[in-house]
């Protein structure tokens, strides 16, 4: 996975109560600060944090904004990391509550939390591919590549 913030397609966005409580939270778990943008009064209008393994999320103040999620603590989000465990034992240790401890299932070592404004956190270490346009339900979807004799 690339670390490179400009190669992520999808950045989801979650509006927090406590942007700075939760900037906390997000560096214990692991993710690294990367911008953040605030008003004049010191409110965070925009910010970018990164996960290590590739990807990141736009963060901001919950606020009256028509461009930005209204409210905060309704957001989910699936982090793959190798370190099911450790992940859980700091979300867990900066305050997330456990909502599924960490086990073993038919994708691989999992577990779950809610962060102290209440997203849904999970953490493992299946990876999502893309599926082959062959087996895509969408019309659109261009014809699986050929490999190329040598």
Do not use: C, K
């Amino acid at each position: 996975m690339s670390s490179d913030p400009s190669s992520t397609g999808l950045w989801p966005t979650l509006t927090l109560r406590d942007p700075d409580a939760m900037t906390t939270w997000l560096a214990a778990i692991g993710f690294v600060e990367n911008v953040m943008y605030r008003d004049d009064d010191g409110v965070l209008v925009h910010g970018e944090v990164l996960w290590p393994g590739g990807g990141g999320l736009m963060i901001g103040a919950e606020r009256d904004n028509p461009h930005w999620p209204a409210r905060a603590g309704g957001g989910a989000t699936y982090l793959v990391t190798d370190d099911v465990d450790g992940v859980f034992a700091a979300a867990t240790g900066a305050g997330a509550r456990a909502v599924q401890e960490p086990r073993d299932g038919d994708q691989g070592r999992s577990a779950s939390v809610a962060d102290p404004e209440g997203n849904l956190w999970s953490f493992g270490g299946y990876v999502p591919t893309a599926m082959p346009a062959a087996q895509s339900s969408r019309p659109d979807a261009p014809p699986p590549s050929t490999p190329q004799a040598d």
